[in-house]
């Protein structure tokens, strides 16, 4: 596998351990959607009271974060990394629990301590910029808990989620081009790109419209290196999954090139419309569209269950990107709240309608055919076999 890191024979962990590991996470998704319908004013099933102010908190610690810590682990194969994805999900249910939030809170920085471990770890093996960039990611997502344990608002502590989330992709993407490279110079300059990225949330505490500015500028330099040296402009003309997975790519990029002209034309954004359009175009636009994008690889790699691609993953992909024009360009752009809520209503049903797409391929699996367009290794424009956005690839496992 080009680019990959060899870790040796890995821990072999059954499939229910994992799938123990990640429902803490599943639910944090859920509970996160609900929180969204709130903030929507919009009818929910479930209504806490502080269900409403954790929404980013649990998306991004609980979910995503549970979510990549547990690929780390299961990449990595010692037994202490499975403790990250452990006290990243135990934090999420936390969360939602009657516990003070400061239980949840500490748990969630726990988690991603253990998630800086890991990657030192690997570090020590072998030094990569591209692990580098994932390794300034995953300590802006330390940083952010500790702010969040500290009692620093949410608003203040998108800038270092954004980091977190962005720059984890960014790695895997700067390891995959390498397939259509043969200089380092583009890698060294993706490198400085992400440490503009990395310290512009640190910026931010002491001037949120400066620190908002060089974020803007910064992810405004990687979606050029993006969109300059990523394989997936090229994998677009593929068939199947490797196309699907550009598409939704490219789609994202274009979200967070608009994310980083609001931070750096209307800083310091900390509420209102603008910064829903912002947050959205962000964390739905660019970083759900990655997930959609490697669906057909994560699960599949973690808990050793096949998700073969489908041509109606195309639905909840289109769904949610019109839904985000209607929210973002139609919505918040024009103050019209109408739009702003269907749009939003829309962009849960997007999630929801690819979930149960996901489990309907999987469990329709074996029926299949072999060496069809589901074939994850087929796919240019997607992770190595056994790799999530941004993700260290697996462990050679015995099976």
């Given amino acids: 596998m080009l680019g990959a890191i060899e870790f040796g024979a890995g821990m072999k962990t059954a499939t229910p351990f994992r799938l123990t590991l990640l429902i803490p996470g599943g639910l944090a998704l859920l509970a996160g959607l609900d929180s969204a319908l709130l903030l929507l004013g919009l009818p929910a099933p ?16 609980a979910f995503l974060g549970t979510l990549i810590a547990l690929e780390r682990a299961v990449a990595h194969g010692a037994w202490w990394a499975y403790l990250a994805p452990a006290a ?3 934090g999420g249910l936390a969360a939602l629990s009657p516990f003070p939030l400061l239980v949840a809170q ?3 920085m726990v988690g991603f301590g253990l998630q800086v471990a890991i990657y030192r770890s690997v570090w020590r093996r072998q030094q990569q910029i591209y692990l580098a960039i994932q390794t300034l990611g995953a300590a802006s997502a330390l940083g952010g808990a500790l702010l969040w344990l500290a009692g620093v608002p949410v608003p203040q502590l998108v800038p270092w989620m954004a980091a977190y989330l962005i720059l984890t992709i960014a790695g895997e993407r700067v390891e995959l081009s390498r397939l259509a490279r043969t200089s380092q110079r583009p890698e060294q300059h993706a490198f400085w790109i992400a440490l503009v990225i990395f310290a512009a949330p640190a910026l931010a505490l002491i001037s949120a419209q400066w620190g908002q500015i060089v974020l803007g500028l910064g992810l405004l330099g990687l979606v050029a290196w993006l969109w300059t040296h990523d394989i997936a402009r090229g994998t677009i003309r593929s068939r199947g999954l490797p196309r699907f997975s550009a598409a939704c790519l490219l789609a994202g990029y274009g979200w967070l090139a608009g994310a980083a002209a609001l931070w750096i034309l209307r800083a310091p954004i900390l509420e209102g419309r603008i910064y829903d359009a912002t947050l959205h175009s962000v964390f739905l636009g660019f970083v759900m569209s990655m997930i959609f994008a490697h669906a057909a690889i994560i ?21 949610l990107h019109a839904s985000l024009i209607l929210r973002v360009l139609v919505g918040d752009s024009r103050d019209i709240a109408w739009a702003v809520s269907w749009g939003g209503a829309l962009n849960i049903a997007a999630v929801l309608l690819f979930i149960g797409c996901a489990v309907f391929s999987s469990a329709t699996a074996s029926r299949a055919k072999p060496g069809g367009a589901s074939s994850a290794a087929s796919s240019g424009g997607t992770p190595p076999a056994g790799t999530l956005p941004g993700a260290i690839p697996l462990a050679k496992e015995s099976k």
């Fill in 46 to 61: 479930l209504t806490t009271n502080r269900l409403a102010d954790i929404h980013g908190p649990l998306m991004v610690f």
């Fill in 88 to 90: 990243l999900g135990a």
């Fill in 106 to 108: 500490g748990l969630i």
């Fill in 299 to 319: 699960l599949p790699a973690v808990i050793r269950k096949p998700l073969p691609y489908r041509a109606v993953f195309w639905v909840p992909a289109a769904l």
